[in-house]
């Protein structure tokens, strides 16, 4: 089993800042990407942030020059900080691991963690 674990959602009024934290723990190989998604209501799926092994990362344009990603590899945590928060950013958040189990590499998720920004 896998488990990805995350904290940090909430509600902040707009402008100010939250930081989301996504460990995984379980029986698995090892971890290569790890990332963030969200999803606000009525709203697709977006990509928000992702991260390689070596640290290299990818934002969506609506949070870049916002939000940060970054990963702690001992701990297998995943961490997004978010500035400047918009109540556009309203969304469940989910985390992500590419991770190799067993024979094969595949994507696990969190169950979401809600971030609500009031105008």
């Known amino acids: 089993q896998v488990q990805l674990e995350e904290s940090g959602g909430g509600l902040v009024q707009a402008g100010g800042s939250l930081r989301l934290a996504c460990t995984t723990s379980?029986?698995?190989?090892?971890?290569?990407?790890m990332g963030w998604y969200r999803q606000a209501p009525g709203k697709q799926r977006e990509l928000v942030a992702v991260?390689?092994?070596?640290?290299?990362?990818n934002l969506s344009d609506s949070v870049k020059g916002r939000f940060t990603i970054s990963r702690d590899n001992a701990k297998n945590t995943v961490f997004l900080q978010m500035n400047s928060l918009t109540p556009e950013d309203t969304a469940v958040y989910h985390c992500?691991?590419?991770?190799?189990?067993?024979?094969?590499?595949?994507?696990?998720w969190g169950q979401g963690t809600q971030v609500t920004v009031s105008s």
């Open positions: 992500y691991a590419h991770l190799y189990r067993r024979t094969a590499w595949a994507d696990y």
């Open positions: 379980g029986r698995f190989i090892s971890i290569n990407a």
């Open positions: 991260i390689s092994t070596g640290g290299t990362t």
